[in-house]
Nanobody, 123 residues
Framework: QVQLVESGGGLVQPGGSLRLSCAVSKSKSIFSINAMGWYRQAPGKQRELVARITSGGTINSADSVKGRFFISRDNAKNTVYLQMNSLKPEDTAVYYC???????????????WGQGTQVTVSS
């Protein structure tokens, strides 16, 4: 019902930058996005929150990425971005886009996940 497609991942050297994009596609116009977020999962670790932004513009980021990663949105393009600067090897993970949304016809909250995009930070 709400589909997410991530892009922008790849291989980058430590200290470099990448920008991830998440394109949002809604099957019905009555779907309302409450919040969008970026999560990541490294091998052998739990999936963790990187950053999220609500429909009201409130932003929350993990302590490990504060000052380096920045989440933003473009409502006209239905796209959410994650600008990643000063990348470290420990940032290596699969990054997933997440959406929390409401179906106004039912008054029920749902969640969707993207397929994920690999980010590798290595020299």
């Amino acid at each position: 019902q709400v589909q997410l497609v991530e892009s922008g991942g790849g291989l980058v050297q430590p200290g470099g930058s990448l920008r991830l994009s998440c394109a949002v596609s809604k099957s019905k116009s009555i779907f309302s996005i409450n919040a969008m977020g970026w999560y990541r999962q490294a091998p052998g670790k739990q999936r963790e929150l990187v950053a999220r932004i609500t429909s009201g513009g409130t932003i929350n980021s993990a302590d490990s990425v504060k000052g380096r990663f920045f989440i933003s949105r473009d409502n006209a393009k239905n796209t959410v971005y994650l600008q990643m600067n000063s990348l470290k090897p420990e940032d290596t993970a699969v990054y997933y886009c997440n959406a929390a949304y409401t179906d106004r016809s039912m008054g029920v909250l749902f969640g969707s996940w993207g397929q994920g995009t690999q980010v590798t930070v290595s020299s």
